[in-house]
């Protein structure tokens, strides 16, 4: 069945540095966008960040622009987010999304806390 499992989440420091992993399983991963999606409590699910099936640069939110670099991998089927500079606002569970033709897939979230 289709899969897709985040990690490397935790709880950081500010100004440290984390990276999210996410593997992806049961469907045409390297057919698919790739993104990473975040929601802070009380808050709307946002877009973090995505990149083309065929990876590349990437698009992202204002907020994390210089920040955080997405990567995927297709021979593994990953997906990654690099973190740095983090700041208390980027605290948030973290969720991976893969997308095509109006299909979703998402994994179940990885928490990222940053705080002193």
């Known amino acids: 069945q289709v899969q897709l499992v985040e990690s490397g989440g935790g709880l950081v420091q500010p100004g440290g540095s984390l990276r999210l992993s996410c593997a992806a399983s049961?469907?045409?991963?390297?057919?698919?966008?790739t993104g990473w999606y975040r929601q802070a409590p009380g808050k709307e699910r946002e877009l973090v960040a995505a990149?083309?099936?065929?990876?590349?640069?990437?698009n992202y939110a204002d907020s994390v622009k210089g920040r955080f670099t997405i990567s995927r991998d297709n021979d593994r089927n990953m997906v990654y987010l690099q973190m740095s500079s983090l700041k208390p606002d980027d605290t948030a569970v973290y969720y991976c999304?893969?997308?095509?033709?109006?299909?979703?897939?998402w994994g179940q979230g990885t928490q990222v806390t940053v705080s002193s």
């Open positions: 990149v083309s099936s065929a990876g590349g640069s990437g």
């Open positions: 049961g469907f045409m991963f390297s057919s698919y966008i």
């Open positions: 999304n893969a997308q095509r033709l109006g299909v979703r897939f």
